[in-house]
C-alpha cells in the first residue's frame, strides 16, 4: 500500500511540475548533475560502468566549451543521452517533467481520472478460446492492481487444451508476473534471483501459492516482439530456460535490470537500474540480448504460426493419456507377467492427470465403472472407483 502511495503522489507531482520549458541556470545544473552522478555511483548495478558515467558527467559539468541545453526538457534529454552512451541501459532515464497545471481543483481531479485511464490502458486485453480448444490471451502491461485478475484468467483457460499468451506489445510491469508464473510451475521452484547492489544482498523469487490448479503441462506459447521488454521479458525467460514455454516470435528488447525511482533537483526525476536478475538453471538473465525465441519469425506472423502449434499440440495433450489409458484397460493388452498393484497405480495415476486436466470430470467416474463392468470389465470398473472412492473421502 505504502508503495501504491508513494507512486500516486510521485506520478501526481511530476505531473503539475514546474514548466519543462524553464530556463536552468548553471549552478542548478551543476546540482542536477551532481545528484545524478551520486544516484549512479550509489546505486546503479554495476558499479564500473556507473564511475564511467560519473566521470563523463563530471567532465560535462567543468567543461567551458561544451555547449549544454539549457531549458529542462533539453537538459534531462542531454544528460539521458549522453549516460547512455556509458550504460547501453534501456531502464536508464531521466524524466523530462511536465507542464505544471493551472486550472482549478476540479480540471485537477478530471485530468487525474484521465492519466490513470490511460496508465491502465495496458494489463489484461483480448481473452478468448480460439479453434482446437486453445486458450489466447494478450496481456499488455503487468499492473500490480491486475494481481487479482490472474485467478478468473486461468479459470477461464482451465479447459483449454494449450494456452498462448501474447506478450507482443507488453512493456512490462511488476507483481502479476511471478503469480501467472506460478501457475506454470511446481510448488518450490525457485523461479530467479534478484542482486541488490546498494544492500549488497541476495533475494530469491519462488513460485508463489496460488488460488486455482496448476497447469503444469498444458503446451504453453508464448508470443514477443523487440517491444516486449522488463517484466514481459522475466515471464518469458524463465519458463522458457525450464523448457516450460516456447517461444515465437522476434528477440525482446534486452531489460533485465530492475529500477528505482529518484528525485533530482528542480523537479526532475532519474530511473537507475539498481538490481541484477539472475536465473538459476541459465546462471545468466537476458539484458543487452534479449529473450531469443524459439521460432523467430516476425512479430505480424508470430499468431498464425503459434495457432498452428497449439492446435496441433492440443490434439496431442487431448489424445495421449485417453489412449494410454484405453489400452491399459483393455483385456486383451494387459501384461499377465506385470504386477497387479503395478497396472492399477499406472491406471488411477491416468484417470487422475485426465481429471486435473478436466477430460474426465469426477461425477463421471461412477458412471464410466458402471458401463465397464456392464461390459465384463471389472478391472478397468475397479480403477474408476477406487479413484472416485479416493476422492470423495477426501471430500469429507
Given at each position: 500500500?505504502?508503495?501504491?502511495?508513494?507512486?500516486?503522489?510521485?506520478?501526481?507531482?511530476y505531473c503539475f511540475a514546474s514548466d519543462e520549458s524553464k530556463i536552468l541556470s548553471p549552478a542548478q545544473q551543476t546540482e542536477i548533475i551532481e545528484t545524478l552522478q551520486n544516484k549512479l555511483t550509489t546505486h546503479y548495478i554495476l558499479a564500473d560502468k556507473a564511475q564511467e558515467a560519473k566521470?563523463?558527467?563530471?567532465?560535462?559539468?567543468?567543461?567551458?566549451?561544451?555547449?549544454?541545453?539549457?531549458?529542462?526538457k533539453s537538459f534531462a534529454q542531454y544528460l539521458q543521452q549522453q549516460v547512455q552512451m556509458i550504460l547501453n541501459d534501456k531502464h536508464f532515464r531521466v524524466i523530462v517533467p511536465r507542464p505544471r497545471n493551472t486550472s482549478s481543483e476540479t480540471d485537477i481531479l478530471k485530468q487525474h481520472l484521465n492519466a490513470l485511464t490511460n496508465f491502465r490502458k495496458g494489463g489484461f486485453q483480448d481473452i478468448q478460446m480460439l479453434e482446437g480448444n486453445v486458450g489466447y490471451v494478450k496481456i499488455d502491461g503487468f499492473r500490480g492492481e491486475e494481481t487479482h485478475q490472474v485467478d478468473g484468467l486461468m479459470i477461464y483457460l482451465r479447459t483449454a487444451d494449450a494456452i498462448i499468451i501474447d506478450l507482443r506489445d507488453n512493456r512490462g510491469g511488476a507483481r502479476p508476473v511471478n503469480y501467472l508464473t506460478s501457475y506454470f510451475l511446481p510448488?518450490?521452484?525457485?523461479?530467479?534471483?534478484?542482486?541488490?547492489?546498494?544492500?549488497?544482498?541476495?533475494?530469491?523469487?519462488?513460485?508463489?501459492k496460488i488460488n486455482g490448479d496448476k497447469r503444469l503441462d498444458v503446451p504453453l506459447f508464448i508470443l514477443t516482439s523487440d517491444r516486449t521488454f522488463s517484466a514481459a521479458e522475466a515471464f518469458t525467460y524463465n519458463l522458457q530456460a525450464r523448457q516450460r514455454?516456447?517461444?515465437?516470435g522476434e528477440v525482446t528488447g534486452g531489460g533485465a535490470h530492475p529500477i528505482q525511482f529518484f528525485e533530482l533537483p528542480e523537479g526532475l526525476a532519474t530511473i537507475v537500474p539498481n538490481r541484477r536478475s539472475h536465473n538459476p538453471v541459465t546462471r545468466t538473465n537476458w539484458e543487452g540480448t534479449g529473450v531469443k525465441p524459439d521460432i523467430n519469425v516476425d512479430e505480424e506472423l508470430a499468431l498464425n504460426e503459434a495457432k498452428a502449434l497449439a492446435k496441433t499440440a492440443a490434439e496431442q495433450y487431448r489424445s495421449t493419456t485417453i489412449t494410454e489409458l484405453s489400452n491399459l484397460l483393455n483385456p486383451e493388452n494387459v501384461d499377465k507377467t506385470q504386477n497387479k498393484a503395478d497396472l492399477e497405480q499406472k491406471a488411477q495415476s491416468l484417470i487422475e492427470i485426465l481429471l486435473q486436466r478436466k477430460h474426465l470430470e469426477s461425477f463421471m467416474l461412477e458412471g464410466f465403472a458402471r458401463r465397464y463392468r456392464a461390459l465384463g470389465n471389472d478391472f478397468a470398473a475397479e480403477q474408476f472407483e477406487s479413484v472416485d472412492k479416493r476422492l470423495n473421502e477426501t471430500e469429507y
Open positions: 500500500m505504502k508503495k501504491i502511495l508513494l507512486f500516486s503522489l510521485l506520478f501526481c507531482s566521470e563523463l558527467l563530471e567532465e560535462l559539468k567543468q567543461s567551458t566549451t561544451i555547449q549544454k541545453p539549457t531549458d529542462k510448488e518450490g521452484t525457485l523461479v530467479g534471483s534478484t542482486y541488490h547492489r546498494f544492500k549488497d544482498s541476495w533475494q530469491s523469487h519462488y513460485v508463489d514455454a516456447i517461444v515465437v
